[in-house]
């Protein structure tokens, strides 16, 4: 019998390349595509988002990479205090917020037990998590974090039902 087209490697076939991924386990990947935390940060710089989403931590984790840093920043919004994570994983140079689906806007939780209980469990983070009040100045150690949403008249209290 003849060959196929496919067999014969002729173009408009794409050849999957057989990767082992933990020793005697193996899957397919397309030979195109390699792993975030595997690429040069020239290939990295080119597609960056403004933050990270769960689904994409999720992958990169299963994939082999880790969070190497996690740090939460406080802020009174409309009456109630609101948390924001950002993320300094093994795959990117620096810290990034946790952002919604499809990057529309940033991440937050009413609960810190919550935000802790996903870094914790799902992202399998076991270090320190410092927590920040907008604002403060102990951020200008992260850089551009120290700018970002800073408040108007001074940081929020703990207690934001004070009305901030």
């Known amino acids: 019998m003849g060959e196929t087209s496919r067999e ?3 173009p408009g076939f794409r050849k999957r390349q057989k990767v082992g991924r933990r020793a005697g386990e193996a899957g397919f990947r397309s030979a195109s595509k390699v792993p975030r935390h595997r690429r040069s940060r ?3 710089e080119c597609d960056l988002a403004t933050g ?17 840093n996690v740090l939460v920043v406080s802020k009174c919004v409309g009456g109630h205090t609101e948390h924001l994570a ?3 994983p093994s795959w990117r140079r620096d810290f990034l ?3 919604t689906w499809q990057d529309k806007g940033d ?8 935000l802790l209980l996903l870094i914790r469990a ?6 320190v998590v410092p927590v920040y009040i907008v604002g403060d100045p102990e951020l200008a150690r992260y850089g551009k974090l ?3 949403g800073k408040p108007q008249n001074g940081p929020c209290p703990p207690d934001c039902s004070l009305g901030c």
């Open 52 to 68: 990270l989403q769960e689904g994409e931590i999720k992958q990169a984790i299963a994939e082999g990479g880790h969070v190497r």
């Open 42 to 44: 020239d290939d990295v």
């Open 97 to 99: 917020p946790l952002r």
């Open 122 to 127: 799902d992202f399998n983070y076991r270090g």
């Open 86 to 88: 950002y993320i300094r």
């Open 107 to 114: 991440r937050t939780y009413r609960d810190l037990d919550r």
């Open 8 to 10: 014969r490697g002729e």
């Open 146 to 148: 120290a700018h970002e």
